[in-house]
């Protein structure tokens, strides 16, 4: 018998790809707290609420109606219908219903848009800080990543003129994901309007807009880059239910796209998996057509949250946190404590800023090289005030002792 070793057949593609590192900071913190310490944990990336009562009765109402088979693979007409009428109300966007394709989360919604879209060697470009999900997304497509960069300095929004000397002929895709995981800045509508007219002089290239965090957002209206001059043939607008609706676990996503470029998603889809679970997309359908008290109710607390990280965090030296207008992450710069000694500990990097924080403090954060930055720390206030309150101290006696 030879001798064989699973690990000699993986793919390039899958071994191309890393593990995330908010995943690696929420496994360590697990680990930390199953040996009894307390932990508290600023890593989160969803919404501590539970679904609405009205949304999951709609669920199991849809479970006991028969909607448990084979749904369409572009959606429940239902949804898709009721998602055309939200994106042409809320948005200002008009797509057809036929445009738009329901997912297994907005992820699977990137997915195929990537899959839909790129060639071997195509090119992708992601403003920074940005989501870790789509470079090994677009690792995995065959396509290149190409990353420009916005600092504190520009309220972690790329400029247009940035993003117009980055493009190329083989620029396909742009990735704009406004409010940002993990900055929460928000682009407004002039800066939209640049960035659109750069996107229109380019030749093919098209835009995927993630508006996931849309119904997180505090101080400015939230634009859809679709709604621009010339744009609404080269946007891929994605959204889902995840966050605004408190649904992660439900995985229920979207994109809305012009004809041929849905009907490619949906190929891909089809190919991958198949319609997203039917009774949760009926159940979808009371989310967006049903009472919105509920959102506003989460989104009012989330405010709350913000105001005290970003005034607790702020008091603390070293520490710079703009207010974030949109998500609920901030972004806190900590480049005046890199190279420094603090209790006794030389802090090179956010890394070893995060891991200490975890390691010594009990406090887990995701440090911002998990999002293209290596200045800053992703916090999130998706957790209780008590827990926010008590991390916020620990930081503040650990780094100003
Ligand atoms: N886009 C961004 C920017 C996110 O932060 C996330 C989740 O963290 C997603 C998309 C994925 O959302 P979904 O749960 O709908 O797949």
New binding site residues.
Partial sequence: MTTFEPQSILSKRTSSVEEVAIIAMSRKARNLKAQGHDVLSLTI??PDFDTPEHIRQAAYKAMNDGYTHYAPIPGMPELRKALAQKLKTENGLDYDWSEIVVS???????TNAIFATLDEGDEVILFAPY?A?YEGTIAMAGGRSKVIYAGLEDNFKVPADRLKAAMSDKTKLVIL?SP??PTGAMFTKEELQAIAKVICDHPKAMVIS?E??EYIRFDQPHVSIGTMPGMAQRTIT?N????GFAM?GW???YAAAPAPVALAMTKVQGTFTAGANAFVQMAAVTALNGSRDEVERMRAIYQERRDLVVSGLNAIDGIKVPNPPG?FYVFADVSAILGKTVSNHKINTVDELCNWLLEVHHVATVPGSAFGDKKALRISFATSSDVLSRAIKRIARALNP
């Fill in positions: 990336g969803e297994n989360g907005a992820k699977q919604s990137i989501w999900a994901n940002n995981n993630d996931i965090y994605v889902g239910f995840s966050k992660t995985r229920l996503g998500t």
